[in-house]
């Protein structure tokens, strides 16, 4: 009996039966997450899982109660069951524990992307190092992003929170990635918050506004961005693009400040896209 896979629950705490069936070699907590949630990187013979947990009940440094926390991990549960990609890391199992779930995945050999702001310039951060490969290899990387995000967007999936520290790109295999998409909502829904949980840099104007909808229009913005800071400066200038002018004329309609005149959903966003052609 495989001590992850052919588990159903655990009556200890998760970072206790970790260690006792495995090696911890990577801990991600309030060090590093402002999520709350503490997640493990296990080695079991040969094999090495990331372990995602919602941490303990007595951790309040994070923004969200634990309730919230778990809350969401199931909610990323569900979004793994109905959605298949290739940029998605499979969620092999889900392990009860008296913190909660612990949802089980492969470790991923990658880099994350978003790094502190402190970084961000730093030429050898992997935020920098991803944007300076040759060109058509970044706008590989963002179409896996929009084929992913057209997949879950056909599925009813409104994207919430993401930003470059959900990408994790595999320098050696060219791999992208995208993690962490336990705030994604299923169909349109109403902020209800004023400013919502991600970065300004990825964000849509209805994303600071209580009582504004968001839903697969808002996914097309945040798409948008995505190209802005991955293949230019994070603004629409022309010249730090390094794409075509009609592939710039495509990012500049999704990310419209008014949903109405974007694109009306990410698989037109990702056509006009293609068919701008590369370069
Ligand atoms: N499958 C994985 N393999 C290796 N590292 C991962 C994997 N998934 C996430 N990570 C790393 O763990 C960190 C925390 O995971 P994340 O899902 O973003 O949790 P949180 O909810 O705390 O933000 C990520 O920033 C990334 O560095
Ligand atoms: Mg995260």
């Given at each position: ?35 709350g ?129 959900s ?46 909808c ?66």
């Amino acid at each position: 009996m495989h001590p992850l896979l052919d588990r159903d629950a655990i009556d200890v705490p998760p970072s206790a039966y970790l260690s006792a069936v495995g090696t911890v070699f990577a801990q991600f907590d309030q060090r590093t997450q402002d999520s709350g949630n503490v997640s493990f990187g296990v080695r079991i013979g040969a094999a090495r899982y990331f372990v995602k947990t919602a941490g303990s009940a007595s951790d309040t440094s994070g923004t969200l109660p634990h309730a919230a926390r778990i809350a969401l991990l199931r909610n990323a549960m569900t979004l793994s069951r109905c959605c298949r990609h290739a940029a998605l890391t499979e969620l092999l199992r889900v392990i009860e524990s008296p913190d909660g779930p612990c949802l089980v995945y492969p470790w991923l050999d990658g880099e994350l992307l978003g790094v502190p702001r402190a970084q961000r310039a730093d030429p050898g951060s992997p935020f920098q190092r991803f944007r300076r490969l040759p060109a058509p290899t970044v706008a590989r990387g963002l179409e896996t992003i929009f084929d992913l995000h057209a997949h879950l967007a056909r599925a009813g999936w409104t994207a919430s929170d993401f930003y470059d520290g959900s990408l994790l790109y595999d320098f050696t295999a060219n791999r992208m990635y995208v993690i962490d998409l336990d705030h994604y909502r299923t169909g349109p829904f109403v902020n209800e918050m004023g400013r919502m949980f991600g970065s300004a840099r990825f964000m849509a104007p209805e994303e600071f506004r209580a009582g504004a909808c968001i839903d697969e229009r808002t996914t097309v913005f945040v798409m948008g961005r995505t190209a802005l800071v991955l293949l230019g400066d994070g603004t629409l200038d022309a010249s730090a693009f390094r794409g075509s002018a009609a592939r710039l004329d495509v990012v500049a309609r999704a990310c419209d400040p008014a949903p109405s005149r974007r694109y009306s959903s990410v698989s037109a966003f990702y056509d006009a896209w293609r068919a701008a052609g590369p370069g």
